[in-house]
Nanobody, 116 residues
Framework: VQLQASGGGLVQAGGSLGLSCAAS????????MAWYRQAPGMQREKVAT???????RYSDSVKGRFIISRDNTRNTIALEMNSLKPEDTAIYYC???????????WGQGTQVTVSS
């Protein structure tokens, strides 16, 4: 498995959910990593990134609510999602931090559904 996200589910608005992603060493090692999401009928967007030195960056839509982390010993990243909103409903994917148009392989995403 090169990329596999997990931990999604159904949660009420205002709730929290944690996602995790296992990546192959080829994809993970030495690279900044990111979480992306794609809502129904929408283009995929990048929501959070973390460098190899743990510097993080967030999209305005999730800033202050989501926290990205990484474990360099296990080639994994995580996304803690708090104060969830219905508009956070999407399939969430992990991948290396790159321009969306340059990514060919996405791996398995995980569905997050936030009910109002």
């Amino acid at each position: 498995v090169q990329l596999q996200a997990s931990g999604g589910g159904l949660v009420q608005a205002g709730g929290s959910l944690g996602l995790s992603c296992a990546a192959s060493r080829t994809i993970f090692s030495g690279n900044a990593m990111a979480w992306y999401r794609q809502a129904p009928g929408m283009q995929r967007e990048k929501v959070a990134t973390i460098t190899t030195r743990y510097s993080t960056r967030y999209s305005d839509s999730v800033k202050g609510r989501f926290i990205i982390s990484r474990d360099n010993t296990r080639n994994t990243i995580a996304l803690e999602m708090n104060s969830l909103k219905p508009e956070d409903t999407a399939i969430y994917y992990c991948n290396s931090d790159r321009d969306l148009g340059s990514i060919i392989y996405w791996g398995q995403g995980t569905q997050v559904t936030v009910s109002s």
